[in-house]
């Protein structure tokens, strides 16, 4: 059986085997882009490197993310799925994504031996990953877990994947239902901001939708890992 321990964001560190969960929004966000035909996707923790990288290594490159949860000027995308699935031409791009949460824990694990980003669309592919690379311990990552928030959306994923590890389905429903509850859940439901609209939280809830893991790896550019499927 697999050893399980969480930790929230502020605890992240490299370690043998990590996965990273961050549900609302960044890595609901992520596999979309591979969806949309994205080539290839860096996770910065900064909105410098991110203009840093387009500006001198990667031009062209399309900017991808939130600070706060809202969209950063001078982005071409804020962190919403919506906004990933319904944009016209991401086929072939490169994409720099930063987020407050997801790719915080992606630069705060950086040299871990297994590092996924993970979240409820790809919490069976994620699971399957961990099964095959036949890991003694997992640590969870829980980003949500930090600017004040408890982070029950990502802990809700989290513990879904760690129970499918060991091979365990259980149903889903009590996990879907605590993101919906969740405090990071509030703002996506009617009536919230413009850059939080319900169709994200919709994005978010489709468990299973992709079925092929997201890997955190070294790049060839400081500062900045390279995201890919496996």
Do not use: C
Request: proline share 7%; aromatic share 4%; hydrophobic share 45%.
């Amino acid at each position: 059986m697999t050893t399980v321990r969480y930790v929230d964001l502020a605890e992240a560190a490299p370690d043998e085997a990590v996965v990273v969960v961050d549900v609302l929004r960044a890595f609901t966000v992520q596999p979309w882009l591979f969806h949309r035909g994205v080539a290839r996707l860096l996770a910065v923790a900064s909105e410098q490197r991110a203009f840093e990288l387009r500006d001198h290594d990667l031009p062209g490159a399309v900017l991808v993310g939130e600070i706060d949860g809202r969209p950063v000027p001078g982005f071409d995308l804020g962190n919403s799925p919506t906004e990933v699935a319904d944009h016209p031409s991401l086929a072939g791009a490169t994409v720099v994504h930063r987020t407050s949460a997801g790719t915080q824990g992606l630069a705060r694990t950086a040299g871990s031996g297994l590092a996924l980003a993970a979240s409820l669309v790809t919490a069976r592919a994620s699971a399957q990953a961990l099964k095959n690379a036949e890991v003694a311990q997992v640590t969870f990552v829980i980003t949500g877990a930090s600017h004040g928030r408890d982070g029950d959306e990502d802990l809700a994923a989290a513990q879904l994947i760690a129970a499918r590890i060991d091979g365990d389905d259980p149903d889903p429903q009590p996990y879907l239902d605590r993101v919906v509850r969740s405090q990071a859940a509030e703002p996506f439901h009617p009536g919230g901001p413009a850059w939080t609209p319900p169709s994200d939280l919709d994005h978010a809830l489709e468990l299973d939708r992709f079925d092929r893991p997201l890997l955190a790896t070294a790049s060839d550019l400081p500062d900045a890992l390279e995201v890919r499927t496996a």
